[in-house]
């Protein structure tokens, strides 16, 4: 039977070298936080707990893993970093006696697969030992810890770059901060750990060591894809990075998913996103967030969709932007359009150039072709609306609504004061100012508009 799985992910640090007044694990890679990397790919295992390790910007932190794992997720809190070794032993409390695997991960090591970690699990299991270490091979290891073996390759000692000698920097394999450990010998051995070396730190990488030193089995997990243990230290590795993950992403949908990426090395597309097949990407496009898009649509250059929804068939015309949204199937948009905070269009509705819809539902197949601002509206199926129409919402004070119904003709240039509403088969004339409630059937004109004549 094997023993119950904790995960302990360190996250304490600063990361001096981002130069950031925010934590390292904050940093966006792919649209979320380092640490939701990490918290993912700890989630996916199944473990008992997943507890971090924090300290600067602790809240913040917080916020990020309880956003990924909720419930599974507990902290504990590292007032002062004074090394790795430290950072486990903030949590001895909660593990010292839990008899289960400590898996210990960085928050700033995004990139690690789950596959890999199962990989070490197992071998860990397999193999009977109190540690076992996920090593790779660099051919430049320089920054990095070593993984010394004596002359029968087995493990003997990590080194870190600034306490090893010049043989021991010749070592290519090194450590990748990834380890799996029975939690009595990790705490029995931490206890044994002292600051002496050149920073004067607790490293948890003596642990290992004194394992072995007091006859416990220490073994090595070599992975053979090194980048995946890269750890973000600058943001130009934060760079390489999110290139990293956007072309994973990217080649993802276009492989399994049957999208058409016209120039993939130019599209922007969160890893959480999703496009059905034979929909077209142009160039340029951003995605981003939990956007899911549907099948045959077609996104022109320069568009930005964030956390919205699309149905099938939809086009979404150069330049627009779509932000917390939906847009059902059949539906045209821009160029140069904008929607948020929840518009909503509804089948084969269209909105066209210089068009911002906020807060506002669209019914099936209503027009707004040209420079219109329609907010806290409902408008209804068919309705057409002019170029220049506003919602005029706003009284300085509150937001009102407009409600416009079925096959309204909004002539151009209309001002809707809010709250008001037009009734059904109404028409507008150009330049209305509409103050007052529109019966249906009717057609008003003027400033402020009155019903001109009954239209049945
Ligand atoms: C560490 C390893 C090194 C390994 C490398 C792999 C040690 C001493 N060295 O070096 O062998 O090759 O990772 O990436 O462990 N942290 C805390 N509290 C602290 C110190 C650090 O929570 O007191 C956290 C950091 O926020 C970070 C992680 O632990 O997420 C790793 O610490 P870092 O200082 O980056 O260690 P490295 O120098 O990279
Ligand atoms: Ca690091």
């Known amino acids: 039977m094997n023993k119950p799985l904790n995960v302990l992910i360190m996250a304490a640090g600063l990361g001096t070298r981002m130069k950031s007044r925010r934590a390292k694990v904050l940093h966006e890679l792919g ?17 008992r707990s997943i507890i971090t390790i924090v300290g600067h910007q602790a ?71 109190a540690c076992t270490i996920l090593s790779v091979r660099l051919e430049n ?17 990590i080194v870190e770059e ?8 010749q070592v290519k394999e090194i450590n990748s901060g990834i380890y799996c450990f029975e939690s009595e010998a990790l ?17 948890l990488t003596d642990v290992p060591g004194i394992i072995l030193a007091a006859g416990g089995k220490v073994s090595v997990y070599l992975h053979h894809d090194a980048r995946e243990v890269y750890g973000v230290n600058t943001r130009a590795e934060l760079a390489e990075f999110e290139n990293l993950v956007r072309r994973a992403a990217i080649r993802k949908l276009m492989v399994d998913s049957g999208v058409t990426f016209i120039d993939p090395s130019h599209a922007y597309v969160s890893a959480e996103a999703e496009i059905g097949r034979d929909s077209i990407i142009h160039p340029n496009v951003t995605i981003e967030g939990k956007t899911v898009i549907g099948e045959g649509c077609v996104i022109r ?16 015309k150069d330049h627009s932007i779509i932000v917390d949204s939906q847009i059902e199937s059949n539906c045209a948009v821009g160029p140069f359009a904008h929607l948020r905070m929840n518009a909503t269009l509804e089948e084969k509705a269209t ?19 040209h420079l219109t601002y329609l907010g806290d509206a409902t408008i209804g199926e068919r309705t057409n609306i002019g170029a220049g129409t506003v919602t005029c919402n706003y009284d300085g004070k509150n937001k009102h609504e407009t409600i416009i ?3 309204v003709k909004v002539g151009s240039d209309t001002m809707l004061v809010a709250p008001v509403r037009v009734g059904a088969r109404s028409v507008t004339g150009a330049g209305s100012v509409v103050t007052r409630d529109v019966p249906p059937d009717s057609l008003v004109a003027g400033v402020p508009a009155e019903v001109k004549r009954k239209l049945k």
């Open 351 to 369: 909105v066209g150039n210089f068009v911002e819809v906020k807060k506002s539902r669209l019914k099936r197949g209503v027009k707004a072709m």
């Open 59 to 129: 809240e913040e932190v917080e916020r990020a893993v309880l956003a990924e794992a909720g419930d599974l997720a507990s902290f504990v809190t590292q007032a002062k970093q004074r090394g790795t070794g430290d950072a486990v032993e903030s949590a001895r409390s909660l593990l010292e006696n839990s008899d289960s695997l400590v898996l210990v991960l960085s928050g700033d090591v995004p990139m690690i697969k789950i596959r890999t970690l199962q990989n070490l699990i197992e071998q860990h299991n397999n193999g009977g030992a």
């Open 162 to 169: 600034r306490d090893a000698s010049d043989e021991e920097r």
């Open 405 to 407: 119904e079925d096959d």
């Open 141 to 157: 290891p320089t920054h990095y810890g070593r993984i010394i073996r004596d002359d029968s390759d087995s493990f003997q000692k």
């Open 187 to 203: 705490y029995a051995a931490l206890r044994k750990v002292e600051p002496k070396n050149d920073q004067g730190e607790y490293y």
């Open 301 to 316: 250059s320069g568009v930005r969709i964030t956390n919205s929804r699309l149905g099938d068939a939809v086009v979404v």
């Open 31 to 47: 649209g979320s936080p380092l640490i939701a990397h990490v918290v993912r790919a700890a989630q996916a295992l199944n473990p």
